[in-house]
T-cell receptor, first 117, second 112 residues
Framework: EAGVAQSPRYKIIEKRQSVAFWCNPISGHATLYWYQQILGQGPKLLIQFQNNGVVDDSQLPKDRFSAERLKGVDSTLKIQPAKLEDSAVYLC???????????????FGPGTRLTVT | LAKTTQPISMDSYEGQEVNITCSHNNIATNDYITWYQQFPSQGPRFIIQGYKTKVTNEVASLFIPADRKSSTLSLPRVSLSDTAVYYCLVGDGSGGSYIPTFGRGTSLIVHP
């Protein structure tokens, strides 16, 4: 079974530029998550999708971050414009659960390491 | 929303058993307890999950006392490759949508 795919793996941009990350979840997984992980901290949930809909985006900085999940499968996360404090690893995860419950195992991708200079 | 507390770091030696305890005093009736492991430059990986008493799989055991206000992840006979950060999560499994919250985790270092 193929895992969660993410691209790119690394990205370096200057502040005020824009960047986009792509995630392809495990086939059949209804729930998709985007996390931001700053060095030395645990992953912080940015947005959670259940199929096409948003379950939670309360921690997404909506003035600069946006995300969509196309046809309930792939997802993109965009930052525009980027700030220095956006330097982090962006992790995508998916879960088989259709009700977005913790009791279902999350499968994580390798992440995208973003450096904003 | 249940909050968890774990030790920031632990040290052990190869071949020893390691127990990492997580406190979750306000765990709700329907909450499950889930542990993840994260190696550097990788995403977290599910280790084990439980609701009460004891759960064991090929990797670890999870001990949950009757009051469920804490849980202990037990790693038998650790090796150098078990050096990682371990996260404890608590949340709803009853059907309500849940916002997974990772704390800082416990950084385990296994020494030769």
């Amino acid at each position: 079974e193929a895992g969660v795919a993410q691209s790119p793996r690394y990205k370096i941009i200057e502040k005020r530029q824009s960047v986009a990350f792509w995630c392809n979840p495990i086939s059949g997984h209804a729930t998709l998550y985007w996390y931001q992980q700053i060095l030395g901290q645990g992953p912080k949930l940015l947005i959670q999708f259940q199929n096409n809909g948003v379950v939670d985006d309360s921690q997404l900085p909506k003035d600069r971050f946006s995300a969509e999940r196309l046809k309930g499968v792939d997802s993109t996360l965009k930052i525009q414009p980027a700030k220095l404090e956006d330097s982090a690893v962006y992790l995508c995860a998916s879960s088989l659960d259709e009700m977005a419950r913790l009791s279902y195992e999350q499968y994580f991708g390798p992440g995208t390491r973003l450096t904003v200079t | 929303l249940a909050k968890t507390t774990q030790p920031i770091s632990m040290d052990s030696y190869e071949g020893q058993e390691v127990n990492i305890t997580c406190s979750h005093n306000n765990i709700a009736t329907n909450d499950y307890i889930t542990w993840y492991q994260q190696f550097p430059s990788q995403g977290p990986r599910f280790i084990i999950q439980g609701y009460k008493t004891k759960v064991t799989n090929e990797v670890a055991s999870l001990f949950i006392p009757a009051d469920r206000k804490s849980s202990t992840l037990s790693l038998p006979r650790v090796s150098l490759s078990d050096t990682a950060v371990y996260y404890c999560l608590v949340g709803d499994g009853s059907g309500g949508s849940y916002i997974p919250t990772f704390g800082r985790g416990t950084s385990l270092i296994v020494h030769p």
